[in-house]
């Protein structure tokens, strides 16, 4: 069997079952990004596939989902991923094809470490940062996910790992002095749903605090 | 005379924790150890916490503290501005042997001064966290480095004992600061910006002026009621609040000459003329190599924390989670 074969197989379980997720970086010089595909279960019943990690260039990414419309439904890029992503993207022409699944998926960006400057890198992706709304998922034992949206910006999130007290506090100067508004209705966020889910496999962060 | 008879001079007066030969202070860098690695500060960079929860830290804030004292010993004193410098020099030139003698001379006033910190914090918020976090510290008696041999020094110094616990605004985490600013306040931007830059001769310059020599000398000719006394002028000095950066550098010329008087044959360079000197040093580099860069204003401004992912968790959640080739030719 062939890595093509290998992953259509996937993705026809994936498609029958849900959509897909898929979640990578920025790769380490001259390597393919990591790349792994994540199943969103939507059609209950249908068996889930295991998530499948692989390394692939861009282009050999796009070539894999072209034949499933609407793949990949959620993009999440750790750290300073879109940056490699976009270069990609930017030299495609405007009506190609893989332009247009990019601005139709949920494109969320997360960052695993935290800063002041990380902060303000997290929210100027895509324009986050002008009427940007926050969340904070919080865990047991400190620390949490915060959740970035902007009712202006569609379909473009941004998450933020908080991994202890004082990150917390470094995280809430943040917002305070940026005067990011807290959400308070969750139903205001469009795919809250599908984020939560998303935050709880990947970033576990149950309950939730102010 | 019976050995019984006279106590050994060690046994009354600690001496200060040596590093052996073959400790690798550059790649060890200042780092707080533990079972997993707590935080670390690298020169010029962000004072960095790691994921507490999976490093067991119970009270993060202190290694917040223990990394923000080596920040300031690195920005505001003489030799820890003298590592910045001869760090960005040794992009352009050869300055290996003298950054490594920088490192290794300032390796145990750093780790005195910051572990110091860090324990005279968790004492206040987790007293009943406190002798473990002693005990747990790495030590060149377990096999490995000497953090608990420089606390002990400082602590004998100035014990945290509970009257220590109940003082207002930390006095002695203050003086043991200014301690080791003074030993770390050496004319070495001075001799810097003398004479034509050799880096061999600056490295022998370097060891010959050593902080970690100074701050033994200091503390073994000042003893535990000088610095006692010394807390209590800290005390008096900050019972309002948060002192400025302006107050504490004017409090630590003040304990410095106190300091000084018990040891004279060494001087320290004031602290106002910390800038000053690092520009002329600077200037100096730059006509023996027009191709260093480096802006003393950036440089010596203090960033704020950077809270991140233990490099150890990331290393073996890379191998838990691989990520197959498939044969993609990538």
């Known amino acids: 069997m062939t890595w093509q074969q290998e992953i259509d197989g996937w993705l026809q379980a994936s498609q029958t079952a849900g959509g897909l997720h898929m979640l990578s970086g920025k790769p380490d010089p001259g390597i393919a990004p990591s790349i792994a595909f994540v199943c969103i279960p939507s059609f209950p019943g249908n068996p889930i596939p295991d998530d499948l990690r692989v390394r692939l260039r861009p282009d050999q990414f796009f070539e894999s989902v072209k034949r499933f419309p609407g793949f990949p439904n959620v993009m999440s890029m750790i750290g300073d991923g879109w940056l490699y992503w976009d270069a990609y993207l930017t030299v495609l022409p405007e009506s190609y094809w893989v332009r247009k699944r990019v601005k139709k998926a949920i494109r969320i960006t997360v960052h695993m470490s935290l800063s002041q400057d990380l902060l303000q890198r997290l929210l100027l992706r895509e324009n986050l940062y002008d009427g940007a709304r926050c969340i904070l998922l919080g865990q047991e034992g400190g620390g949490g996910v915060a959740l970035f949206d902007n009712p202006k910006v569609n379909a473009v999130y941004a998450l933020q790992k908080v991994n202890s007290e004082p990150a917390l506090a470094e995280l809430r100067d943040f917002l305070g002095r940026n005067n990011v508004e807290q959400i308070k209705d969750l139903k205001s966020v469009v795919d809250f749903e599908l984020l939560y889910w998303i935050i709880e496999r990947e970033y576990q962060a149950p309950g939730q605090s102010g | ?330």
């Open chain 2, 1 to 330: 005379m019976s050995r019984h008879t006279r106590p050994r001079r060690d046994a009354v007066v600690p001496a200060l924790p040596r590093l052996n030969k073959h400790f690798d202070v550059m790649s060890r860098g200042f780092a707080r150890e533990g079972l997993f690695l707590q935080g670390v500060y690298k020169a010029g960079s962000q004072p960095t916490l790691y994921d507490p929860a999976w490093t067991g830290q119970r009270v993060p804030e202190a290694v917040l503290r223990h990394e923000e004292v080596h920040q300031n010993l690195f920005l505001q004193t003489f030799h820890g501005v003298l590592t910045l410098i001869l760090d960005a020099y040794g992009r352009a030139a050869n300055a290996g042997a003298a950054l490594e003698a920088c490192c290794r001379e300032q390796w145990v006033v750093q780790e005195l001064g910051a572990t110091y910190a860090e324990l005279a914090f968790a004492q206040r918020v987790a007293p009943g966290d406190f002798s473990a976090g002693i005990s747990a510290l790495p030590s060149a008696a377990k096999g490995g480095d000497p953090y608990r041999e420089a606390f002990d020094f400082a602590n004998w110094l100035l014990p945290l004992d509970e009257a220590a616990r109940r003082e207002r605004s930390d006095p002695r985490t203050l003086v043991i600061g200014a301690l080791c600013s003074c030993s770390m306040g050496t004319a070495c931007l001075r001799e810097l910006a003398n004479s034509d830059y050799d880096d061999a001769r600056f490295a022998s310059w370097i060891t010959s002026n050593s902080p970690s020599a100074r701050l033994e000398q200091i503390g073994q000719a000042a003893g535990q009621a000088s610095f006692l006394e010394m807390r209590e002028v800290a005390a008096m000095r900050f019972s309002q609040g948060q002192p400025t950066l302006r107050l504490v550098r004017e409090l630590f010329d003040e304990l410095s000459s106190v300091m000084l008087a018990h040891v004279p044959a060494l001087t320290a360079e004031p602290l106002t003329q910390l800038e000053g000197q690092a520009h002329a040093a600077v200037d100096r580099l730059r006509k023996n190599c027009p191709e260093f860069v480096f802006d003393v204003a950036e440089s010596l401004r203090p960033q704020r924390t950077l809270f991140t992912e233990s490099p150890e968790k990331r290393k073996l959640l890379d191998q838990q989670f691989r990520f197959d080739d498939l044969a993609t030719g990538n």
